[in-house]
C-alpha cells in the first residue's frame, strides 16, 4: 500500500480527527480500553456495514496521514495500514499504530469496532458402514454404542467444505481425490505438516471417517505450526468466500473453523456476515470448559457452534458449553485421517472433533433437500436433533444430539 504513504503526506494539513481523547464508544467499549493501549501494537478495525469504495480508500488515507504525522520518523518501519478485508459486503482492515492515533481515531463515524489481533488456537439412498468410529454411528442410533452408520447414498454430493486449519493432507487414501488445498499464506506449505486440518476433514468427508462421504474438500490454511491471528483468519475467510461466491457455491457450501481464541466482534461479525451469504459457518465451541460467549468464532451470533460429548453420550469436561452452543456431538477419542503416511490414522478429541460431525451433517442434508437460507439450514439440523439424550447434563448447554434421520 505504498499509495497510502505518498497521499497521506497531501492530508497531514487536513486531517479531521481530534486531538483529544474521546469516549468510548458501545461496541468499541467491550473490545478494548483506550486507557490499557499499548506504546504501538497491531489492530483490526472492523467498518461499519454498506460503505462505499470512495468511502474507505479516504478512510484508509486519514489513518495512514495521522500514524505517518505520530509516527513521522519510522513510516517506512511497518507501521500504518498493513492490509483490509472484503468478505461480501463487510470490509475490515489491519493496522500497526501508536497509541496517539488509536486514540485520534476512536470514534470516526466509520469504524464499527477496534481491537488488537489475538492468537487462535486448534481446538476434530440408505447405505450401512458396519463398525464405524463411534462418531458416525451415533448419527443414525438413538442410543449410545450403536454398531452401524446408516445414511442415504447421496453422502454430501455436488455440495463443498472449505476447511479453515492447518490444511489437508490431500494425497490420503480417505479422501478418494476428493480433497485439494485452496489456499495457503506464502511463506508456509501447501499441504497439512501438523495433521489436524487433515483429521477434521476426514470427519466431514472421508470415505472412512466422513459423514458426507462424497462431499469436495478444500483445504484453507490458516495456521502456522499450531497458531493463527486475527489477520490471517480474515484472510483465509476472505478467499474461501470469494471462491466459493465466483464459483456459485452459495446453497452447497460450509466453512469450518474447528479452533478459537479470544473474543473478537471483528472476527464475529465476518461470520455472520458469512451466513447471510447463504455459506454455513460451522464453528468448535472450544475446550476450557468455559462459557463459549467469551471464544470466537463460537460466540458468532450465526455460526452453528458445537459442544462435545463422549461415547456414553455425556458432556465431555473440556467442552465450552452454555446458551451460545447450537448442538453437541462426538467429540472424543474420534478417529480419523492423519499426515504421517498416506494411509495414517490417529484418535484425537476435542470440540474441533464435534464441529466437522455438524459440519458433514449439513452437507449431507444440502445434498437431500432445498435450503434457501442458512438458518433454515440450521433449523432443520436442530430439528433433527436428539432430544434429552445427553446423560447427566451439567451446564446450560442444549440436551440435544446430532442425528440423521435415517432410521
Not at 504501538?40 to 505517518?68: C, F, M, N, W
Not at 470514534?107 to 487462535?120: P, W
Not at 474447528?258 to 472450544?286: C, E, F, K, R, W
Request: hydrophobic share 40%.
Amino acid at each position: 500500500m505504498a499509495w497510502l504513504k505518498k497521499l497521506a503526506l497531501v492530508l497531514l494539513a487536513i486531517v479531521p480527527y481530534a486531538t483529544a481523547s474521546p469516549a468510548l464508544s458501545p461496541r468499541s467499549r467491550e473490545i478494548l480500553s483506550l486507557e490499557d493501549l499499548e506504546s504501538e501494537d497491531k489492530y483490526v478495525i472492523g467498518l461499519k456495514q454498506g460503505l462505499s469504495p470512495t468511502d474507505l480508500k479516504k478512510h484508509l488515507l486519514r489513518v495512514s496521514a495521522v500514524q505517518y504525522r505520530n509516527k513521522n520518523s519510522t513510516f517506512e518501519g511497518g507501521t500504518g495500514v498493513k492490509r483490509t478485508y472484503a468478505i461480501g459486503d463487510y470490509r475490515a482492515y489491519t493496522a500497526v499504530l501508536d497509541r496517539d492515533t488509536v486514540r485520534q481515531i476512536w470514534n470516526d463515524t466509520l469504524i464499527d469496532c477496534i481491537e488488537r489481533e489475538k492468537i487462535y488456537t486448534i481446538h476434530g439412498n440408505v447405505a450401512t458402514q458396519e463398525k464405524p468410529p463411534w462418531g458416525l454411528a451415533t448419527l443414525s442410533n438413538k442410543k449410545p454404542h450403536g454398531f452401524l452408520y446408516r445414511y442415504d447414498k447421496s453422502a454430501g454430493e455436488g455440495t463443498f467444505a472449505y476447511v479453515l486449519d492447518t490444511g489437508i493432507n490431500s494425497k490420503h487414501v480417505d479422501f478418494e481425490g476428493r480433497a485439494y488445498m485452496g489456499f495457503s499464506p506464502p511463506e508456509t506449505e501447501p499441504t497439512d505438516i501438523n495433521g489436524h486440518g487433515t483429521h477434521v476433514a476426514g470427519i466431514i468427508g472421508g470415505k472412512t471417517f466422513g459423514v458426507a462421504k462424497k462431499t469436495q474438500l478444500i483445504g484453507v490454511k490458516v495456521f502456522l505450526d499450531d497458531e493463527a491471528t486475527t489477520s490471517t483468519l480474515m484472510e483465509g475467510l476472505e478467499w474461501a468466500v470469494n471462491d466459493i461466491t465466483t464459483k456459485g457455491r452459495q446453497g452447497r457450501s460450509i466453512i469450518n473453523m474447528s479452533l478459537g481464541g479470544p473474543y473478537s466482534q471483528a472476527l464475529n461479525d465476518a461470520i455472520d456476515h458469512i451466513a447471510d451469504m447463504g455459506i454455513l459457518p460451522v464453528a468448535a465451541a472450544g475446550n476450557k470448559g468455559i462459557p463459549a460467549t467469551f471464544i470466537s468464532p463460537a460466540s458468532a451470533d450465526k455460526a452453528m457452534t458445537v459442544g462435545a460429548i463422549n461415547s456414553d453420550w455425556q458432556e465431555t469436561n473440556f467442552s465450552n458449553f452454555g446458551p451460545q452452543v447450537n448442538i453437541l456431538a462426538p467429540g472424543e477419542d474420534v478417529l480419523s485421517a492423519y499426515v504421517s503416511t498416506n494411509t495414517a490414522t490417529r484418535v484425537l478429541s476435542g470440540t474441533s472433533m464435534a464441529a466437522p460431525h455438524v459440519a458433514g451433517l449439513a452437507l449431507y442434508l444440502m445434498a437431500l433437500e432445498e435450503f434457501d437460507s442458512t438458518q433454515k439450514l440450521t433449523d432443520r439440523i436442530l430439528q433433527l436433533g436428539m432430544k434429552n439424550k445427553v446423560v447427566n447434563l451439567m451446564t446450560d448447554s442444549p440436551n440435544l444430539i446430532i442425528h440423521n434421520n435415517v432410521k
